[in-house]
């Protein structure tokens, strides 16, 4: 990703995201900004604005009158956040197959060609940013404001995880849902929508539990728990 052309606070903005997803700072971490401007070469007051971007985005806490920091992501953590993509991202699925325009779902076959593209030349960063992106341009094609916010804000929060999950177990294969969820959107089929991302979701909750070498049902997401007869 070319940073021509940006502002300063961009720049600092897109350097710093990439360092916290890939671990180059790792998470909770303190976050001077005068660390910051010596290792990456920004002036403080870029480091500054770009770390409460990023602080809105999930990426960095922000305490106040103290030194933020990278957010950690616990265990429990993970279960919590599938839980949220679930009732977040499949109602968003359904909203999307009724209003998505066929501009945005070009967009959003133009965005499986990119991640096609980073997976084979092996770049996991810039493959999970356009997974990223390709959750959004779905919530984004709702017309709901309010619903890409809260997607892209949620997701940001599952960059790094994602990221982990690419370096350490591959990337075969992790695009084939991409393309199906967008075909059942251009079919404009709610209920196969729903269920291709919900099937997409349960698959990389599964590979982060392969990750942390968990057994899935015992810190599975509630709706999976639900459905299995267990209490929630």
């Not at 360092?19 to 180059?24: E, H, L, R």
């Not at 070469?41 to 409460?52: N, Q, S, V």
């Not at 096609?116 to 810039?126: H, K, M």
């Not at 990750?211 to 509630?222: E, G, K, N, R, W």
């Amino acid at each position: 990703m070319t940073l021509t052309g940006r502002t300063k606070t961009e720049q600092a903005y897109h350097v710093l995201r990439r360092a916290i997803v890939t671990g180059d700072l790792a998470e909770d971490m303190p976050l001077d900004d005068a660390m910051l401007s010596t290792r990456y070469g920004f002036g403080r007051t870029p480091i500054r604005e770009a770390l409460k971007k990023l602080a809105d985005e999930q990426f960095v806490n922000y305490p106040p009158h103290r030194t933020p920091y990278v957010r950690g992501i616990r265990v429990r953590d993970l279960s919590r956040l599938y839980e949220s993509r679930h009732l977040l991202e499949e109602p968003v699925a359904r909203l999307a197959a009724r209003r998505a325009t066929l501009a945005q779902l070009d967009e959003l076959e133009r965005i499986c060609d990119r991640i096609d593209d980073e997976i084979v030349a092996g770049q996991p960063y810039e493959a999970i940013e356009y997974d990223h992106q390709f959750h959004l341009e779905i919530a984004k094609s709702t017309d709901n404001p309010f619903l890409a916010e809260a997607v892209n804000r949620l997701n940001c929060g599952s960059l790094r995880i994602w990221y982990m999950a690419h370096s350490t177990l591959g990337m075969e294969n992790t695009n084939e849902d991409h393309r199906a969820i967008q075909a059942a959107l251009k079919e404009k089929d709610p209920d196969k929508s729903e269920t291709l991302v919900r099937q997409h979701i349960d698959k990389s909750y599964s590979r982060q539990m392969a990750l942390q070498q968990l057994d899935p049902v015992i810190v599975a997401p509630s709706s999976a728990r639900s459905s299995q007869g267990e209490p929630p």
